[in-house]
Nanobody, 115 residues
Framework: QVQVVESGGGLVQSGGSLRLSCTASGSPGDITAMRWYRQPPGKEREFLAV???????TYEDSLKSRITISRDNAKNTVYLQMNMLQPEDTAVYYC?????????WGQGTQVTVSS
């Protein structure tokens, strides 16, 4: 029943910003953690950020100056604010909800950064 849906991607110019959203629906219960990943074409999927049910946040080191993860528990939604975007940030961005020991992937949202 749990569904994870990302939104907010699109085309943005170099130096611009985007705010991605991820919502877990279908009676997700108490969400343990929400994680953001991205996968550029032809490359491996990489971890970006996580926020736990206690509010603890961890970022991938190379991106921590440009991204901010936050949550709205009432909406079962997590956000990823991305600033100073560069063409190398072009990727499909995925959200993964953790509920206990169960994990649910979203379908991803495309982010394309042009110069």
């Amino acid at each position: 029943q749990v569904q994870v849906v990302e939104s907010g991607g699109g085309l943005v110019q170099s130096g611009g910003s985007l705010r991605l959203s991820c919502t877990a629906s279908g009676s997700p219960g108490d969400i343990t953690a929400m994680r953001w990943y991205r996968q550029p074409p032809g490359k491996e999927r990489e971890f970006l950020a996580v926020i736990t049910n206690s509010g603890r946040i961890t970022y991938e080191d190379s991106l921590k100056s440009r991204i901010t993860i936050s949550r709205d528990n009432a909406k079962n939604t997590v956000y990823l604010q991305m600033n100073m975007l560069q063409p190398e940030d072009t990727a499909v961005y995925y959200c993964r909800a953790q509920i206990g020991t169960n994990y649910y992937w979203g379908q991803g949202t495309q982010v394309t950064v042009s110069s």
